[in-house]
């Protein structure tokens, strides 16, 4: 039998997107590597981001991982010859990419499959929520490397579960399991490893039935003021609220709700 010319195998594709009817599906797609997040799994990830960005008929995103893995991490075996100049862009890179991820309109949810480990973690929590498989192990175990988390884990952590935990996860560098990351808040709900998938989808497809400027605007309005004093958080709701009536799709809601029927939103 002839050997099939390697120039025909096409390179297999970082990270895939898909639409699922309304939801954008975005899987990384390097099992052999558990998902470890290099150069090119990062700047794929971005360019998809901005495609789902632009894709006017997602109305949420639900981000999984192919195989055992979520993703196991950045790439150690691309990182071992980093200088600390090579790793400062990296994580600049990972950075990017990930507020990029946070900063969708639409609402964004982390199906974790498997290991979310170091940069896997952080991507996770770089989602509006986590649901986890029972068989997800969640952590932060750069110090077992001899580095430190570096795509924005210490921040989002400590947001997502308290100062104490995230202490915890980053210093001692133990995984924990889906139970665990249920019970502190880092997963919203755990599933059966089948279940878990289905479960994301139809969590985003629910979304799409919803009112899209008012989604958006409630997402950015809780992201925004989490950032701010109470005051100006309060201010900014404020100044959301007033709008959404502005919008042709609070008329539709109210109306629908009054004439008992299901509201048709259109985005206005
Ligand atoms: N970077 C690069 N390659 C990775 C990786 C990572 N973060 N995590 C796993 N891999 C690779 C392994 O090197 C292995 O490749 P090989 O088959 O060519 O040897 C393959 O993925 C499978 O991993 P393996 O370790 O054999 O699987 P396991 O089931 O025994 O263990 C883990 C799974 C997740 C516990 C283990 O892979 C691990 O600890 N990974 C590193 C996690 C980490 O420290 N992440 C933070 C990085 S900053």
Redesign the pocket.
């Known amino acids: 039998m002839r050997p099939i010319a390697r120039a025909n195998v096409p390179p297999m594709e970082p990270v895939l997107f898909e639409r699922r009817d309304a939801v954008a599906l975005l899987t990384l797609n390097r099992p ?3 998902n ?1 997040l290099d150069v090119a799994t990062l700047e794929t990830l971005e360019a998809r981001i901005g495609e789902v960005a632009g894709d006017a008929g997602a109305r949420a995103l639900v981000l999984t991982g192919e195989g ?2 979520f993703a ?8 071992r010859a980093f200088s600390a100049a090579q790793a400062g862009e990296f994580s600049r890179l990972g950075h990017r990419a990930f507020a990029a991820l946070e900063a969708l309109a639409i609402p964004t949810i982390a199906a974790v499959n498997g ?1 979310a ?4 973690c952080e991507l996770a929590l770089a989602c509006d929520w986590i649901y986890a498989s029972a068989r997800a192990r969640f952590g932060q ?2 110090v ?2 001899g ?1 430190v988390p570096g795509f924005g884990g210490t921040s989002r952590l400590v947001r997502r579960v308290g100062v104490a935990w995230a202490k915890e996860i980053v210093l001692a560098g133990e995984p924990i399991d889906a139970e665990v990351a249920l019970r502190i808040g880092l997963a919203n709900r755990v599933f059966a490893p089948e279940e878990l998938l289905p479960a994301a989808l139809a969590a985003g497809g629910a979304i799409a039935a919803k009112g899209p400027l008012a989604v958006a605007a409630a997402k950015r309005v809780i992201q925004h003021g989490q950032d701010a004093d109470s005051r100006v958080a309060h201010a900014l709701e404020q100044e959301a609220f007033a709008a959404a009536f502005a919008s042709e799709d609070r008329a539709e809601g109210m109306a629908a709700f009054l004439e008992k029927r299901a509201p048709v939103f259109k985005g206005r």
Do not use: F, H, T, V
């Open positions: 052999q590597a558990l470890a055992r893995a196991a991490g950045a790439d150690i075996a691309a990182m290991y480990l170091g940069g896997g175990p750069e077992n490397l580095i």
